[in-house]
């Protein structure tokens, strides 16, 4: 009974034929589709939405060029050693040019006192980046080469030890310095300049090399 009652529901709700056709069926298709399409809605609401894509980041286009303009020289100076050679990129001045300027949009108006560079690469930059940045320069050299009263900072190289030395009194206490070489190998040589310099100031730990301008967090290597 339940079933044929069920049927019979659903003929009268369907209504009487003619022709072959039901009564009112365009009605009800019309409400048949309105119901599917506020199911449809209603799951689709439910389905959470994927998260946007990331932004892409911009790239600085200068950086390509200084990492073409440097050339790898294997075993040099000793069997082993991959030598990045900055000379290249020395004999175009553009992208010399735009290796010093990176680095003076960077710092600029960020209370640097004092560029720290170390010989000889260091040399080639860090006067560039000082004058612009409004800054004096220390050059941090190697044994027997500064006159005078000097400390002196001994490291470990991929290739042996050396020592870097500084003037007694080129640096104030408190004086906030940028350490500037021309590439990063075991980071001996700029940790020894970090040491060097936090004997007058403990704000002189901020350093990096040319070679990471190639890559687009260079500038980000702060210890």
């Known amino acids: 009974m339940g079933e044929e009652a069920n049927c019979n ?3 009268e709700s369907a209504g009487p034929k003619e022709n072959g ?3 009112g069926g365009a009605a009800a298709e019309a409400k048949a589709a309105a119901a599917w399409a506020e199911i449809a ?5 439910a389905v959470p939405k994927p998260p ?3 932004a892409a980041v911009a790239v600085d ?3 390509q060029g200084i990492s073409d303009a440097i050339r790898v020289v294997p075993h040099f100076p000793k069997q082993g050693i991959m030598f990045n050679d900055i000379t290249p990129l020395l004999l175009r001045p553009g992208v010399f040019k735009d290796a010093v300027d990176i680095f003076v949009e960077r710092y600029r108006g960020m209370a640097i006192a004092a560029v720290a560079g170390i010989e000889a690469r260091g ?3 860090g006067p560039a980046i000082a004058l612009a940045i409004g800054a004096k320069f220390i050059p941090l050299r190697k044994p027997k080469k500064l006159p005078g009263e000097v400390i002196s900072e001994t490291y470990v190289l991929e290739y042996g030890t050396d020592c870097l030395q500084m003037h007694v009194g080129a640096i104030e206490p408190g004086e906030r310095v940028l350490i500037v070489d021309d590439l990063v190998a075991t980071g001996g040589t ?13 704000f002189a730990h901020s350093q990096h090399a040319i070679l990471l301008a190639c890559n687009s967090e260079a500038l980000d290597c702060a210890l």
């Open 9 to 11: 529901v659903a003929m």
């Open 52 to 54: 946007p894509p990331p």
């Open 21 to 23: 056709h039901t009564t």
């Open 190 to 202: 700029l940790c020894a300049a970090i040491r060097l310099l936090e004997v007058f100031s403990p």
């Open 61 to 63: 286009p200068r950086l």
């Open 41 to 45: 809605v209603t799951d689709a609401a």
């Open 123 to 125: 040399f080639i930059f």
